[in-house]
């Protein structure tokens, strides 16, 4: 019985208007509508099938979007038009008008900030950076507190001085970059 009341919470749109956490993993669970959702964050509104279709070709088989055949581009644009573009409309994340072949993000797709954390190649993620910024700073006050010459000789209150302005830095910049990042 406690399973099946779980089962209905969880089902339950989240702000009594807006898709349920289910739907929400059910539309993100492919990734090829991740990845539509990564491009219309990329590249702002009204963005046509084809264009989708060609650069999620062109990063499934790893090449240049110029060097993708007709056959890779065409293979995507049948499952995107035919299976995930509806999906993504279905539950409100974007708009999608398949005879126009023009897509784009709605406000809906703001509920999806929450489950997708966008972390390219070469990016750490925060909680690395400031857990290795706390490591080092942690380093450097133990290196000091054991009169490791030059850290012995600056002063307590300038060490602290450098630490709250690196993690005031790095906040502010995370605060930046996380902005940058929304979608919308």
Same mark, same amino acid.
């Given at each position: 019985m406690s399973s099946r009341l779980t089962k209905q919470k969880d089902a339950a749109p989240s702000e009594g208007t807006g898709p349920s956490r289910d739907e929400i993993f059910? $539309? =993100?669970? !492919? *990734?090829? *509508? *991740? !990845?539509? @959702? $990564? %491009? &219309?964050?990329? /590249?702002g509104n009204d963005a046509r099938v084809r264009d989708i279709a060609e650069q999620l070709a062109a990063w499934e088989n790893e090449l240049a979007v110029n060097e993708v055949t007709y056959k890779q581009r065409k293979r995507v644009y049948t499952a =995107? /038009?035919?299976?995930?573009?509806?999906? &993504? $409309?279905? !539950?409100?994340?974007? $708009? %999608?008008?398949? !005879? *126009?072949? @023009?897509?784009? &993000?709605t406000e809906q797709s703001r509920q999806l900030e929450v489950y997708l954390e966008v972390v390219s190649e070469n990016e750490i993620l925060w909680s690395e950076y400031y857990v290795g910024l706390g490591v080092a700073c942690g380093l450097l006050a133990g290196a000091a507190a054991i009169g490791t010459v030059p850290f012995a000789d600056v002063s307590g209150y300038a060490y602290a001085v450098l630490f709250a302005v690196l993690f005031a830095v790095s906040g502010l910049i995370h605060r930046t970059v996380t902005r940058r990042n929304r979608v919308g």
């Open positions: 059910t $539309a =993100l669970s !492919n *990734r090829r *509508r *991740r !990845n539509v @959702i $990564a %491009y &219309l964050r990329e /590249h =995107l /038009h035919q299976s995930h573009l509806p999906k &993504l $409309a279905e !539950n409100g994340f974007i $708009a %999608y008008e398949p !005879n *126009r072949g @023009i897509v784009s &993000l």
